[in-house]
């Protein structure tokens, strides 16, 4: 195989399995930071945008009047209209952030596919390591000289205290 592919095709797999596991855990994580936030009445005020786009809305939050200038929402059956009554999600613990819509849910679908990408990766990454070193060590040594044994030499003789020598 081409060592290209070797190398490139298992990193590639590994780096799609942890990009599509990060990404989805911050939208999960997104997703799950305006679920408990208090729900309140609103007005449309402004609308910039009919499916998806920003709008401006007033809510009245523990009977104090407040104003969100940027509230995004996306992909809308049936368009916000300027005065139409709305659910606005609000912080309880800063009144002034609030949402329109909460982020959706990623599909687990996405972790599964990371996961297995990511192991896909991996596991391609050992196979074609250990097929280029089974194809090396498969190769006869090259070495100077004759026959290996041929090298070789007796050890040195022990010499005693006593002067003699075996």
């Known amino acids: 195989m081409k060592k290209a592919f070797v190398v490139i095709v298992p990193l590639a797999l590994l780096v799609l399995g942890v990009a599509l596991i990060v990404s989805s855990t911050m939208a999960n994580k997104e997703a799950s930071r305006t679920s408990h936030w208090t729900q309140a009445a609103g007005t449309i005020d402004r609308v910039a945008g009919t499916k998806s786009g920003e709008a401006s809305a007033s809510y009245e939050l523990d009977g104090r009047e407040y104003r969100n200038e940027h509230l995004s929402f996306r992909d809308l059956r049936e368009p916000y ?20 819509q909460h982020a959706p849910l990623p599909s687990p679908w996405l972790v599964a596919g990371g996961a ?11 196979y074609f390591r250990r097929q280029t070193t ?16 041929s090298r070789l030499r007796p050890p040195a003789p022990i010499k005693r205290n006593d002067g003699e020598s075996e």
């Open 81 to 100: 209209r300027t005065g139409q009554s709305v659910i606005v999600y609000v912080n309880p613990a800063n009144p002034n952030e609030s949402v329109l």
């Open 134 to 149: 089974a194809r090396v060590r498969r190769q006869p040594l090259r070495r100077k000289g004759g026959a290996p044994m």
């Open 116 to 126: 297995f990408s990511a192991l896909l990766g991996g596991v391609l990454a050992f």
